[in-house]
């Protein structure tokens, strides 16, 4: 069965510090893909990236960086220099390639950048 | 900018009703979703589709329904409305692109409050 858990709940840090969220994923299959995103309070989600279960390269953009390791199952989402745009909800998530109909999202981590 | 648009945004109205969230998308997507987000923020899908005249239950049972006539339209309906269905209801919709896993664009989301 595929299941994304994102341990952290909320986290609170103040502005211009760096902040890693945590993802850990469980699937049987080989190939499957790992999505962020990101739902700003007007609730809206907003695709953030997507990973391939072949490309374990690590990914930057802007202060956005990810981690993806298969060795720990894990797709590590920090945001450095953070700002206050940055406060939001993030969902980490989880599609396996023969059930391509599906997404699971992960419960959510509640990200509060104070001024 | 995703073109995927919701409406109600918001509706708060009585135990009994019937009411149908409405979700378009104009980007010519085959597969739309319904997602159940609760105030804890968890995202449960309930409805999906492959295309017209396809639809399929999600993971988390729901007394509501589901159509699909066109392929840019996904109407979500429910009978008669209970406080348990207050929540917001998400629509989203992916690309069909060979064995590749789009990522969802989704709606604003429709805010149900039933008193």
């Known amino acids: 069965a595929q299941k994304v858990t994102q341990a952290q709940t909320e986290i609170s840090v103040v502005e211009k510090e760096d902040v890693t969220l945590d993802c850990v994923y469980e699937t049987r299959d080989t190939t499957y893909y790992l999505f962020w995103y990101k739902q700003p309070p007007s609730g809206e989600l907003v695709f953030l990236i997507r990973r391939n279960s072949f490309d374990e390269q690590n990914e930057i953009s802007g202060r956005y960086s990810w981690n993806f390791q298969k060795s720990t199952s894990s797709f590590n989402f920090t945001i450095t220099a953070s700002q206050v745009v940055d406060s939001a909800v993030y969902f980490c998530a989880l599609s396996e390639a023969w059930r391509d109909d599906k997404i699971i999202f992960g419960k959510g981590t509640r990200l509060h950048i104070l001024p | 900018e995703a073109d995927i648009y919701q409406t109600p945004r918001y509706l708060v109205i009585g135990t009994g009703k019937k009411i149908t969230l409405e979700c378009s998308q104009t980007m010519g997507h085959d597969k739309m979703y319904w997602y159940q987000q609760d105030p804890g923020m968890e995202l449960h899908l309930i409805h999906y589709?492959?295309?017209?005249?396809?639809?399929e239950k999600g993971d988390l049972s729901s007394e509501s329904t589901v159509s699909r006539i066109r392929t840019e339209h996904f109407p979500l309906t429910l009978e008669s409305a209970r406080p348990s269905h207050t929540s917001q209801y998400l629509c989203?919709?992916?690309?069909?692109?060979?064995?590749?896993?789009?990522?969802?664009?989704f709606g604003e989301g429709s805010r149900l409050t039933v008193l």
């Open positions: 589709s492959y295309g017209v005249n396809s639809t």
């Open positions: 989203a919709s992916r690309p069909t692109s060979g064995s590749f896993n789009g990522e969802l664009f």
